[in-house]
């Protein structure tokens, strides 16, 4: 079983700019656009707590779909956005990535926590990242101003 330590792949600096390190588990994909897809994990069972279900789909022959998008980059984002308020893990509760896995498949999302550690505005922002319709998920700029609107209201 592997284990991750995602709090260490999140980096924030003193002006509270956050940027992603340790890619070193992931590498290019042979024949793609680097605009259209630069990396793919090579571990994808560390970071399953956070990839979409997209990830998990699989073709007609049984070969995995390579579907990547900045839309599945929006459902990891939610699970970040809720280990930020909480301070777990998404699916903190569940033993082993391979049960987490099943849980994605069958489209259970992580269970919210309590009121007192996330409100309905934030939760309802999570889920609309985590919808089985990749279009339904927020774009990237409504990401930006929402995280910017609940951080005018916090200061």
Known sequence: METCTVWDNILIDNSGKASLADFGSSSFLPGTSSDLLPLYPTSPMCAMAFAPPEYLMFGDDDSPSLVRST?????????????????????????????????????????????????????????????????????DSEILTFVEERAGTQS
């Open 71 to 139: 839309a599945s980059d929006v459902y990891s984002f939610g699970g970040i956005m809720l280990m930020v308020l909480e301070g777990k893990t998404p699916y903190h509760y569940i033993a082993g990535q391979m049960h987490i896995m099943m849980q994605k498949i069958k489209g259970i999302t992580p269970n919210r926590p309590s009121e007192s550690v996330i409100s309905n505005t934030e939760w309802d922002f999570i889920q609309r990242c985590w919808l089985l319709d990749m279009d339904g998920r927020p774009l």
